[in-house]
């Protein structure tokens, strides 16, 4: 398989329509570097990588994963009269190789150190929008047995999700070419056969019912804004720093016993905290919080690579909830209602134009809430010669990263080795670290509060603006 030899995709006139999140994501473009075709508006990943790599192969392999997907060779042409999607031929896929060892600091807390330095570094570097293919990788060599392997993609061309179809695929097309006796992956499906789904009758037909329902639902609802360290107008040029934490075990057991317990998830039972954190920050009993989802309702859409990822406003009524068993059972509705009836965030918004009002208020910024809940994620397996294992647990925070919506992102995530981890992201032209601190360490004691003793009375009154603070 050569990258030559592929020829460029036979668009229709006028090149082939966006996705509504494209769309969306045009809506917020100003043409220069600080919007989601900015630069930085990228995803980072990296896995360690056990066995002798074939840097050619490696090369090969990275090539065959752009001809396979589409999606890392399409340019969003923004400047013409129609907006549309425009499929370029393969290009190399850049790699990178560094020498990550070190004499003398050889054991695995220090390799796993040096790898999130890498990532860490990668992360803090750009991906321009307009040079193809929007993928590059870095492999990082302890020694000939044991790399870690970095793939850095623009955020445009793919979500969170992507990435890890793109690892697998990456493995096994490197199995294929090593002569491992592994079968070559089917034909995947195509991003622009997704955005042309989304314009069918089918797709069209399915929206009604779930657009009238998020009419009802959000009707006089206001996203989620938490008060920010300086207003926007005083700087408005940000970039996006990222605070890491772990919270260990113990706590992840209990959320996972109470998740069980209650035939719920650990999502639901963090997202039920967060409310109940909310609610002693600032009174508010009706909480909106908008939260990622992988947006790939159609499973048929499961193994291609593309931006799918789509936001849901997870309005929960807290009134009436006596215990923190209430709230999970009240927040375990509003999901179950929510996801059953997932649709593009750009038609939510048509039904509720009012939702996101407060966001932009000068002093106010969103707060996006997210639990890290990605398939396909190698802990381990062999594929062929290579054995891949991704890399979730990190504990270095960064200045510099990939950029986020203005405001904060908090992620949390259940580690391959039971821990909960997470990580804040927050634009810092608006908020200090120390902040972001507080508000992490603040939602880890009311979570192990709530967690210990699910059935204990909730306190009836919001936390006092000095216990905010302690």
Known sequence: MTVADT?????????????????????????????????????????????????DLLRAALDDVVVRHEALRTTVVRDAERRHQRILPPAPVPLEIRDLSAPGADDAEDRHLRCEELLNEIAADTIGVRRMPLLRAVLGRFDDEDSVLALIAHHTAVDAWSMQVILRDLATLYAVRAGAGVAPPQPAPQYREYARWQRSEEARTAELSARAYWRDRLDGARALALPTDRPRSAAPDFSTSWYRFGWGEGLCEEVTRLAAGTRSSAFIVLLAAFNVFLHRRTGDTDIVVPTFTPGRTQARFQEAVGSFFNFLPLRTDLTGCATFRDVVERTREVCLDAYTREIPLAHVLEEAPGLMEEVSVDGLASCVFQVIQTPFTMTGERIGPLAYEAVRRKVLSQTVGSDIPDGTLLCLEISPAGELIGEMGFSSNLYDEGTVRDLVAGLRDVLSALVAAPDAPLPDRPLSPSENQE
């Open 7 to 55: 020829s460029p995709v036979a668009a229709p006139r006028g090149g082939f329509p966006l996705s509504v999140q494209q769309e969306f994501l045009c809506l917020w473009d100003k043409g220069d570097d600080m919007g989601p075709f900015g630069p930085r508006f990228h995803i980072v990943d990296g896995w360690r990588v056990r066995g002798r790599i074939d840097a």
